[in-house]
């Protein structure tokens, strides 16, 4: 069995990590064309930079929970592949024990060179200094910005091809080209489910769907296909 699984900011909700658009979200408090676009990192580096640096320490504080252990649990047991597709830019499902994974926005905790794409691994402030490998840079977040392209699609394509089954979880399905998976998948003839808090905006998308928060629902449903396997 095949299971491609996308992820939102919804599955670290309960971590303690703001979601995007839910009433006290990150966009209710920033405007993403202040923080989330390479013309807002052109025209104010240090505010773009400050908002990743604070993004960061939060995630460091920040513990994986159910869901995130419970999608492990799901890789480790189950007989066929598990791939977690991730638009979430923090590191919980790693820190859950998540091998699989593929961060389509990017990885808060990286540095990105603008002049020669060197990555490093980044835990607290994003340096100053330039690039250690060119010398030039600006240095700025591993993150993938509205209006640039996401990570690793084709991968993603051919996963979502290949899925028995396709599961969204904590999205609110407004954001292209994940808010598509779930047709892609479909049309490919996965079964799909949708795993949110309420209908996403993709609902009608889904064969299946399931609502509560995500440290109840995904135990429960990783249980069901784990003992039906
Ligand atoms: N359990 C399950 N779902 C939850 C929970 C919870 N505890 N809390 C919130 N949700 C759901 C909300 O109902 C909503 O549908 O998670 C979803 C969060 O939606 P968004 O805030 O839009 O986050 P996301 O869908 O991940 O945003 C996609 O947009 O801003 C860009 O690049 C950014 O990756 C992000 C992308
Ligand atoms: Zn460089």
Not at 81 to 104: C, F, P, W, Y
Request: hydrophobic share 40%; aromatic share 8%; glycine share 8%.
């Amino acid at each position: 069995m095949n299971i491609v699984i996308l992820t939102g900011a919804g599955v670290s909700a309960e971590s303690g990590l703001g979601t995007f658009r839910d009433v006290d979200g990150l966009w209710t408090k920033y405007r993403i064309e202040d923080v989330a676009t390479p013309e807002a990192f052109a025209r104010d580096p240090d505010f773009v930079q400050d908002f990743y640096n604070l993004r960061r320490r939060n995630c460091a504080e920040a513990t994986p929970n159910a869901a995130h252990f419970a999608l492990a649990r799901l890789e480790a047991e189950l007989e066929g592949e598990v791939l977690i597709v991730t638009q979430n830019v923090d590191d919980l499902h790693e820190r859950a024990g998540s091998k699989r994974l593929i961060h389509m926005h990017g990885e808060l905790l990286k540095s990105l060179c603008a002049s020669c794409e060197d990555r490093l691994p980044l835990k607290g402030e994003m340096p100053t200094s330039p690039c250690q490998k060119c010398g030039g840079g600006p240095l700025r977040p591993d993150v993938v910005w509205f209006g640039e392209m996401p990570y690793r699609m084709e991968e993603i394509w051919n996963a979502l091809r290949m899925a028995d089954l396709f599961v969204s979880i904590g999205t609110s399905g407004n954001v292209y080209p994940a808010a598509a998976f779930a047709q892609d998948a479909g049309r490919a003839g996965a079964d799909t489910l949708e795993l949110n808090l309420e209908p996403s905006d993709g609902a009608s998308d889904f064969a299946d769907a399931r609502y509560g928060k995500a440290t109840d629902i995904v135990p429960v449903w990783v249980e069901e296909v784990l003992s039906a396997s």
